[in-house]
């Protein structure tokens, strides 16, 4: 077993070899990689050493210590967080070679084709359909609220492939090539002013089936472990003391004492702990997910941090008052990357509205703790063993 004492060591070769002061970017991260220090709890030859996942603490501070790049989580988020653990659940041999480097290292963006019109909460609803026509799938349908597909090669799809079962049991996962000339992306302006998601048009798009992810028709038991790592990547990210939203508005407080009030102080001291709280817990969950996948406590990381983002980001806007309603720049931006505490605190306000609707509302995930988690009786389903095609729609 790979101890913190082996992981140092690794990690000193790797930054003799390839110093990060004279080392392109690209190329220190690739051979980051191919020394099993990416992701170290990832297999040998993947990015990992099959080490604790809890050690890759160890490898970051020692580059962060000695100044080597990252590979921009935020610009990567949804690849890093949702499309790498399903690949490597349940890709091929074929499958990981080909796709966990170039996502690693950030030179391919991934996007996740799954919410619908018509199929959001209920996304075993959805319509999109995938037919087989000899070697390949043939997709058809809409896609909405996509974020990044605008910088996106690849994407991870799920698509109906059987209408004659139930909704559950006739999905299909796939990866889908977004520069299919049969693919395309139109910008959603967000209430912030920025289109960091997009809808997805896909017409009779091409899909090898070696692109299928997993087992045909098995594409909702795929999705649980994309939606159950999405869950974490949202709301159980990795983060310092004061870190998240809480940062800004403490560092306001300190710096701007003459905004203070008696009834202000009570909410951000209140705010403040509940925020360490959640930082403490997500520190718990990582330390859990040593064990394996993440199951359905993630939803209660994403809860948390949806109703305090909102909390605190609220609360900035009062301290600040009149200037906290200031909004200098409506521009429709295409941002590369979202970071939810970035720009100012109008733009924390707005943006903090989407964290309890993107990753699973804030009503779906607390249905999801009190019947899996809880163990409290589920929501009645009436549609259960109805074939798709009969559900109304
Ligand atoms: C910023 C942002 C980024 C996103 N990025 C992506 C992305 O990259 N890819 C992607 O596929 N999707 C993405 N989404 C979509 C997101 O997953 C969906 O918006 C979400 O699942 C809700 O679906 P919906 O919008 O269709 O709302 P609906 O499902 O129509 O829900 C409407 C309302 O009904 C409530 N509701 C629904 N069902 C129940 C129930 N059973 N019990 C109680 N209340 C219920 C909901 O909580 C909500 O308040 C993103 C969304 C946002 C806001």
Not at 187 to 196: F, M, S
Not at 207 to 229: C, F, H, K, M, Y
Not at 332 to 351: I, N, Q, S
Request: hydrophobic fraction near 40%; proline fraction near 6%; charged fraction near 25%.
């Amino acid at each position: 077993m790979t101890d913190a004492a082996e992981l140092r060591r690794r990690t000193e070769e790797l930054l003799a070899a390839y110093p990060p002061a004279t080392t392109d970017r690209t190329n220190f991260l690739k051979a980051r990689f191919d020394a099993g220090l990416a992701w170290v709890h990832y297999p040998e030859g993947l990015g990992g050493l099959g080490a604790p996942r809890s050690l890759q603490a160890v490898v970051d501070a020692e580059l962060e210590a000695a100044g080597a790049p990252d590979n921009d989580p935020r610009r990567i988020g949804i690849g890093l967080g949702m499309a790498a653990p399903t690949i490597l659940g349940y890709g091929t041999g074929e499958q990981k070679q080909r796709y966990l480097r170039p996502l690693w290292v950030g030179e391919e963006v991934w996007c996740q084709l799954f919410s619908e019109p018509g199929a959001g909460s209920d996304l075993a609803a959805l319509g999109t359909r995938a037919v087989r026509e000899g070697d390949d799938w043939v997709v058809n349908g809409q896609k909405v609220w996509t974020s990044s597909a605008h910088l996106a090669r690849w994407a991870i799809l799920i698509a109906r492939t059987d209408p004659d079962v139930p909704k559950h049991r006739g999905i299909t996962y796939f990866i889908c090539d977004m520069t299919d000339p049969g693919v395309e992306v139109r910008p959603l302006r967000q209430i912030t002013g920025e289109a960091e998601f997009n809808e997805v048009f896909l017409t009779d798009v091409r899909i090898p089936d070696s692109r299928r992810l997993g087992e045909v028709g098995d594409g909702w038991r795929v999705a649980q472990t994309t939606l159950n790592n999405e869950r974490v990547a949202i709301g159980g990210m990795r983060l310092p003391r004061e870190g998240g939203m809480i940062g800004p508005v403490s560092r306001t407080w300190r710096e701007r004492p003459e905004l203070r009030t008696h009834d202000l102080h009570q909410r951000l001291l209140k705010l403040w702990v509940e925020a360490e709280v959640a930082r403490l817990t997500g520190e718990r969950l990582r330390q859990q997910l040593v064990a394996g996948q993440p199951g359905p406590e993630g939803s209660g990381m994403k809860l948390a941090f949806a109703r305090l983002n909102q909390e605190i980001s609220g609360l900035e806007v009062e301290l600040l008052g009149e200037e906290g309603l200031l909004y200098e720049d409506w521009t429709m931006r295409r941002p590369e990357l979202v970071d939810f505490t970035g720009r100012d605190a109008g733009y924390r306000y707005l943006r903090s509205k989407g964290n309890s609707i993107e990753g699973g509302t804030t009503e779906v995930l607390l249905n999801i703790v009190a019947e899996r988690v809880l163990g409290l009786p589920s929501e009645p389903r009436t549609d259960k063993d109805v074939a798709w095609k009969d559900l109304a729609r």
